[in-house]
């Protein structure tokens, strides 16, 4: 499917972007004509498959640096924005898409398990915001008249609004996404700075792979999803591509469910 969002001269950090979604989504913003900061967790597996996306933007012809930093930290943050202020001279587009999982019984989970995934699911989605905006503020002290001065996209999930349980650490985190999302688009549209949510149902990534890589876990997980297919990243990524281009420049505090219908409830259907 051909992509018809242009993103030339733009300059993106996409936070996560060695795996999955976030891989997905740098390998669209670049293909588009985005200039891509493809962040990783400093550590080597990382660092090794962030420099093979790299890799795959720079042999299609597109510009892409690796920008090490676990997002969760401040100083780490601070040094990831400055890469792209070195390398590509700007900054339009933060995708917020690093998150992660742990998953327990709530009688069972230790505060450490649900302090990491908030903080790396809220917190670290806060410092990349507040790093974007400041960068955003900084290139743009007055409001464009014909565009925007930056686009935050958050990648949430459909548990944002479905309860999960044995999950509330990460149910608790997407709902913090969801009212983060809002209040920013809120404080910051006379700005012309728009941020919106790509809320995501179940996507064939390492993160949910119990959930999809049998073919009877395939079955069940089939039964929540009307449109009768698991997602790919591509498919959150050319929401993604949309929402952070200036084809959606009047869009702003919107979540754009992409879930192949998961969040209508197939049980209900007939029934309920
Ligand atoms: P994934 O495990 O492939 O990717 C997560 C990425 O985040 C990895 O690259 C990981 O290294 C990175 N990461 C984790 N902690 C980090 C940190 N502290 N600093 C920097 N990077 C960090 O899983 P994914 O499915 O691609 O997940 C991407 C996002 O999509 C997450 O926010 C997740 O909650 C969301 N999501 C995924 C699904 C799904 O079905 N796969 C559904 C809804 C939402």
Redesign the pocket.
Known sequence: MRNCVDLSGKVAIV??????????VALELAAAGARVVV???PNED?AR?AAEVVQAITQAGGAAVAGP?????ED?VERLFGIAQERFQGLDILV??????QPAPVQDMTLDQWQRVI???LT?QFLCSRAAVRSFLKQHPSPPADTAAGAIVF?????EVIPWAFQAN?AAS?GGVSLLMQSLAQELAPMKIRVNSV??????????AP?WNTPESLVQLLKLIPYGRI?E?VD?ARAVAWLASDSADYVTGHTLFVDGGMTLYPGFRGAG
């Open positions: 936070t996560g972007a060695n795996s999955g979604i976030g891989k997905g962040n990783h967790r990382s498959r930093a676990d997002i969760s930290r780490d917020n898409n690093a998150g992660i999982e903080d790396v699911n670290g990648i949430s999930s459909v548990h990460y997407k809320a995501p149902g179940a996507i064939r990534t390492p993160i949910n959930a997602g990243p959150v």
